[in-house]
């Protein structure tokens, strides 16, 4: 649903005393550091060390400061603005092997629902020793730098990889409230994956609740507390989300839309979508085809 594209890598390196400031980017971005150590503040967060190993996903990457560990006036860069680099980054003392070299890169959410997912993901995703994730960042850097037929293709398989590999790999029960903790919970788990695969199902609180083991009121405290939005509400937006994906498509019936995602009659779902996004679905299918790519 999130549909990732025009992705883009670069090397990173640094030497002596150095510090970059990123003004806020709001795309996804991501890094992993090859050899080295360097100190990562990301705006709303909490500074950590970025070891040779680790691996780094900002889903909507806000200001951050990337720096040595002794302090250094530092370089502003605005990253809507300035050119995509060619060749690899080197900030600090430019003669001389690097104390740390990274591979980093971002991407775009062609999704107008991301924000949808992005709002149930932890603001920063930092793993240790994430040598599959090491492994990915390279593949999408060779991929990057060799222009060879399907290069595009194959970029946006490799970060949907990326995505679903740091989620998993992430210690999910110690996140933000979001989708990491409801699916880190075994019992919000099941009925989580229950909404996922049957999205057109009458779904009520109370089935939800028996399918999690709990009582119809602990559950619903349970998932608002740990995901963030009441059950109802939870399945209304990612019925209207896959509703949206649907309507873009423009190859499929609005009956069939509607039956997709859980309404009996073309009209109910026309009444429900033009209540929760503001207008007629009809009218959405027709600006989506119109608008530019």
């Known amino acids: 649903m999130l549909k990732p594209r025009t992705v883009f890598s670069k090397g990173i390196s640094a030497a002596g005393n150095w510090a970059v400031r ?91 629902d991301a924000a949808l997912m992005v709002a149930l993901l932890p603001g920063m995703l930092h793993v240790r020793g994430a040598e599959r994730l090491a492994t990915l960042v390279r593949l999408v850097g060779e991929e990057t730098a060799d222009r060879r037929p399907g290069r595009d293709l194959i970029l946006t398989r490799l970060v949907e ?4 590999e740091a989620l998993r790999s992430t210690p999910s029960k110690d996140a933000p409230r979001g989708l990491l903790r409801g699916l880190a919970d075994e019992r919000l788990a099941e009925a989580m994956r229950q909404i996922h695969g049957d999205p057109a199902r009458p779904w009520t609180v109370a089935e939800l609740a028996k399918k999690a083991a709990l009582s119809r009121s602990a559950f619903f405290d349970h998932f608002t507390r740990a995901v963030g939005l009441p059950p109802m509400e939870y399945i209304l937006a990612w019925r209207m989300a896959l509703a949206k994906d649907l309507l873009r498509r423009q190859d499929v019936a609005l009956a069939n839309v ?6 009996g009659s073309a009209s109910a779902f026309s009444t429900a979508f033009s209540r929760y996004v503001g207008l007629p679905p009809s009218r959405y299918a027709r600006e989506q085809s119109h608008a530019p790519a």
């Open 22 to 112: 990123y003004s806020d980017f709001g795309e996804p971005s991501f890094c992993t550091v090859i050899e080295g150590s360097c100190r990562l503040d990301v705006d709303g967060h909490d500074g950590v060390t970025l070891e040779a190993g680790d691996f780094v996903l900002l889903p909507a990457t806000p200001g951050f400061t990337m720096s040595s560990f002794e302090p250094a006036p530092p370089k502003f860069i605005d990253p809507k603005v300035t050119p995509a680099p060619t060749e690899e980054i080197r900030h600090g003392r430019q003669d001389g092997p690097p104390d740390v070299r990274q591979l980093g890169g971002y991407f775009v959410f062609d999704s107008p």
């Open 161 to 164: 990889i990326l995505i679903i």
């Open 258 to 263: 509607a039956e997709r995602v859980g309404y």
